[in-house]
């Protein structure tokens, strides 16, 4: 049974910096995708980031060059480092694992991923 928690969420100046934290529990996925999503109010749920177990990394255009996704195999823990933080990256964000690695024209979709976090907040003032 895959778990998922995120942490990190905050409340930020624009330009500041976060990181974001998700702790996998679970995950016996040998080939694995995971990624985080971004969400305002009931807009649909943005993919902005992606890692698989091939080490293939995939970004928005909206976070290309400011967002990093990495994942510490060690620890469990996949991160999303944010950098030169917008009014737009305000949203709620959510980390997601499916099994199997991803088509890239489908790794950034939240249809794909079957296992999700509770969120966590982030506002950019």
């Known amino acids: 049974h895959v778990q998922l928690v995120e942490s990190g969420g905050d409340s930020v100046q624009a330009g500041g910096s976060l990181r974001l934290s998700c702790k996998v529990s679970g995950n016996s996925y040998r080939d694995y995708s995971m990624a985080w999503f971004r969400q305002v109010d009931v807009k649909e749920r943005e993919g902005i980031a992606a890692?698989?177990?091939?080490?293939?990394?995939s970004y928005a255009r909206s976070v290309q060059g400011r967002f990093t996704i990495s994942l510490d195999n060690a620890e469990n823990i996949l991160y999303l480092q944010m950098n030169n933080l917008t009014l737009a990256d305000t949203a709620m964000y959510y980390c997601?694992?499916?099994?199997?690695?991803?088509?890239?024209?489908?790794?950034?979709?939240?249809?794909?991923?079957?296992?999700w976090g509770q969120g966590t907040q982030v506002t950019v003032s």
């Open positions: 890692i698989e177990s091939s080490r293939s990394v």
């Open positions: 997601a694992v499916k099994e199997g690695v991803s088509k890239p024209w489908t790794v950034l979709k939240s249809v794909q991923y079957n296992h």
